[in-house]
């Protein structure tokens, strides 16, 4: 901790500088996720409509997530993201899939907090 000019220690990071490495981390994990699922779905042997739904949603997930990283699309992104962790619990259920309960939580926080 460092002392800030009225004596008082303080945070080494500011709160700005926190959510900054937090949305950044966010959003490389949202995106790199999306990525892998839709190679996932694309090197998939088994041929079905799925196979191209999942891809599809991989790469939205993933566009959507970087579009976090701007003020002027951030709520659109929100949205599409919303939309894509709703079908995902909806098509799998909550059992195995509680990470998408924290990216949406997250992506609510980026939402409410702008930097």
Not at 28 to 47: D, K, N, P, Q
Not at 63 to 88: E, H, S
């Amino acid at each position: 901790m460092k002392k800030t000019a009225t004596g008082q220690t303080g945070a080494i990071w500011s709160r700005s500088r926190t959510f900054a490495v937090f949305k950044v981390v966010l959003v490389v994990v949202m995106a790199v996720e999306g990525l892998v699922m839709a190679y996932s779905a694309i090197r998939s042997e088994t041929i079905s409509t799925l196979n191209q739904i999942l891809t599809v949603t991989g790469i939205l997930q993933a566009a959507a997530a970087i579009l976090l990283l701007f003020r002027l699309t951030a709520t659109p992104a929100v949205v599409i993201l919303f939309i894509v962790f709703a079908a995902m619990l909806v098509v799998h259920g909550p059992s195995g899939n509680l990470h998408f309960f924290v990216y949406a939580a997250g992506t609510l926080l980026l939402l409410t907090r702008r930097s």
